[in-house]
C-alpha cells in the first residue's frame, strides 16, 4: 500500500490544525507512522487520498453500524438539506426520532437531542446533581465519557492512549467530585459509598467498556452497581454512546435486563452526523429546563440534517432487528480466525468480544479492567497495526479501542482480514 498523498496531506494540515487533526486519537501517535487521509467511502470499505481500497474497522468509531454511506440515510440527508440546514425552532422530525428511540429503549420516557455524545455526558451528569441535590460522582478508570472537566480523570480512550490519564486544565476542585473505582471491581465502588455516605449523585460506566479496548461486565458487576445505587439514592448512568443501538435495539439495558436511570448516546443515534442524546423517566427528565432548574441548551441540537439521518438509522435497525443476530455471527467468526491465526503463531493474546464489538490484546492475561488492558505488548499491537493497514485492513489506530463491525461486510471481506493476520503474524 503507498500513501504518499496521505503524507503530504497530513503534512499541510499540521500547519493549520494542532497535531494535523480535530481528533487526537486520529493521529496516529500510539501506532506511529502517519494518518491515512480518506476520500470517500462506501459499504465496508474506505477509499483513501492514494485510492487504496480498506476494509474499515473503526466505523467512524461506531455509527456507521449499516455501513458508510448507507443509501436511506443519504437520501434522508440530501432531501432534507434542500430544505434548508438549520432553524433554531422545533422541526416535527426531532418529535419523530425521539418518538422511535423512545419506544427502543428500556426505562426512558424522555429523551434531550445534543450534538455529541461528550454533551450527553456531561448534561447527564449535571442533571443528575440537579436531581438529587449531591454532587460527586463515581466513574471508573480506563472508561471515557467525553472530554468535559468532570471525566478527564484517568479516561479512556485518547486520553489513555496518550498516557495522560489526568488531563491539564481540569481544576483541583472539579477532580474533587470525581472519585475512581476499578472497572469490574464492585468491592472498590461499596467502598466509595461507604466513604461518601449521601454524597454521590451518580455512578456513569459503559455497560460494555470500548475505550480500553472492549472490556465486558463481570458476572453480577452491573447488577451490583444497580443495587448500590438503589440502596444510596444515587442514579445509575449508563453511557451508551458505543453501545446504545449497536448491541442490541434497546441496547445494553435490553441485552443486560438492567435498568439505568439515564441512558447517554451518540455515534449510531446520529446516522454518522453530530448527534449526542441522554433520555431517562419522566421524574427525572422534567427537572431539564424549560420544564425545571437544570439547564442545558444548544444552538444545533436537533438539527434537520442530524435528525434526519439518525432517523434513518434508527428506523432501519428497528425495522430490521435481525442485523444485531447477524453482526453478532461475523464478529464471533472473525474472532474465531484472527484466534485460530494467532494461536498457531504463537502468539500470546486476548480476544475481548460482545455483539459487533470486539478488540485483540497481545497479553496472556485476562483484560478485565484498565489495568490488564495495560499489560498488552503495544510494540506488538503497532506491527499488527501496520501490518493489517499493508495488508489493506484498516483497524483503530490504538490498542485502547474497540473494534466495530458494520452490516455491510461480507464473509469474504472477514476472510480477507483472517489472510491478513496470517500474513501479518509472521512479523509479530
Ligand atoms: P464524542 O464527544 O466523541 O461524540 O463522544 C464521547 C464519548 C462518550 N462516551 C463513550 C463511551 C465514547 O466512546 C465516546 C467517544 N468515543 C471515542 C472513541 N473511543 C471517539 C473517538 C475520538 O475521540 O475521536
Known amino acids: 500500500m503507498k500513501y504518499q498523498r496521505s503524507s503530504a496531506l497530513f503534512t499541510e494540515a499540521e500547519k493549520y490544525i494542532p497535531g ?10 500510539s501506532v506511529g507512522g ?7 467511502a462506501k459499504g465496508a470499505y474506505l477509499y483513501d487520498a492514494d485510492g487504496n481500497r480498506l476494509i474499515d474497522y473503526i466505523a467512524s468509531w461506531g455509527p456507521m453500524i449499516l455501513g458508510h454511506a448507507h443509501e436511506p440515510v443519504i437520501r434522508a440527508v440530501t432531501g432534507k438539506a434542500e430544505k434548508g440546514t438549520s432553524f433554531g ?39 443528575a446533581r440537579g436531581y438529587t441535590g449531591r454532587e460527586k460522582i463515581i466513574k471508573f478508570a480506563g472508561c471515557y465519557h467525553g472530554h468535559s472537566d468532570a471525566f478527564l480523570i484517568q479516561a479512556g480512550s485518547g486520553a489513555v492512549t496518550f498516557g495522560s490519564p489526568n488531563s491539564p486544565g481540569v481544576t483541583r476542585g472539579t477532580a474533587q467530585d470525581t472519585l ?41 458487576f452491573l447488577q451490583g452497581l444497580r443495587a448500590l445505587c438503589d440502596d444510596s439514592g444515587a442514579l445509575l448512568i449508563f453511557d451508551e454512546v458505543m453501545t446504545g443501538f449497536r448491541l442490541a435495539r434497546g441496547g445494553a439495558q435490553e ?14 443515534i446520529g446516522g454518522g452526523l453530530p448527534v449526542g442524546a441522554f433520555a431517562a423517566r419522566n421524574e427525572i427528565m422534567n427537572h431539564l429546563a424549560p420544564l425545571g432548574p437544570v ?61 459487533s464489538m470486539i478488540s485483540v ?10 489495568g490488564s488492558a495495560a499489560t ?19 483497524l483503530p489506530p490504538s490498542a485502547f479501542e474497540s473494534w466495530f463491525l458494520n452490516d455491510a461486510l461480507s464473509y469474504d471481506d472477514l476472510d480477507l482480514t483472517i489472510n491478513a493476520v496470517e500474513k501479518t503474524a509472521i512479523s509479530l
Not at 494535523?20 to 501517535?29: C, L, Q, W
Not at 426505562?107 to 445534543?114: E, G, L, S
Not at 435497525?317 to 455471527?329: A, G, Q, T, Y
Open 180 to 220: 475512581l473505582a476499578g472497572y469490574n471491581d464492585l468491592e472498590g465502588v461499596k467502598a466509595l459509598f461507604e466513604a461518601n455516605k449521601n454524597e454521590i449523585a451518580a455512578v456513569i460506566i459503559e455497560p460494555v467498556a470500548g475505550n480500553m479496548g472492549c472490556i465486558l461486565p463481570e458476572e453480577g
Open 361 to 370: 490484546h497481545f497479553t496472556d492475561e485476562e483484560v478485565k479492567d484498565f
Open 34 to 40: 502517519t494518518p491515512v487521509f480518506i476520500e470517500k
Open 20 to 29: 494535523g487533526v480535530n481528533s487526537p486519537v486520529r493521529a496516529f501517535k
Open 255 to 268: 441485552l443486560f435486563n438492567i435498568q439505568a436511570d439515564i441512558v447517554t448516546f451518540g455515534k449510531v
Open 295 to 355: 439547564y442545558q441548551a444548544g444552538t444545533l441540537s436537533g438539527n434537520p440534517l442530524a435528525m434526519s439521518a439518525g432517523l434513518a438509522m434508527l428506523s432501519e435497525l428497528n425495522d430490521r432487528p435481525e442485523i444485531f443476530k447477524s453482526l453478532e455471527e461475523k464478529t464471533l467468526y472473525l474472532h474465531k480466525g484472527i484466534s485460530r491465526v494467532l494461536t498457531r503463531h504463537d502468539i500470546p493474546h486476548r480476544i475481548n468480544r460482545l455483539g
Open 89 to 127: 425552532m422545533p422541526t416535527e422530525t426531532e418529535t419523530e426520532i425521539a418518538r422511535l428511540a423512545v419506544s427502543m429503549v428500556p426505562n426512558i420516557d424522555k429523551i434531550r437531542f445534543v450534538n455529541s455524545g461528550t454533551e450527553a455526558c456531561m448534561s447527564a451528569v449535571r442533571l
Open 376 to 394: 498488552g505488548n503495544n510494540d506488538r499491537f503497532k506491527k499488527f497495526f501496520h501490518g493489517m493497514l499493508n495488508e489493506g485492513i484498516h
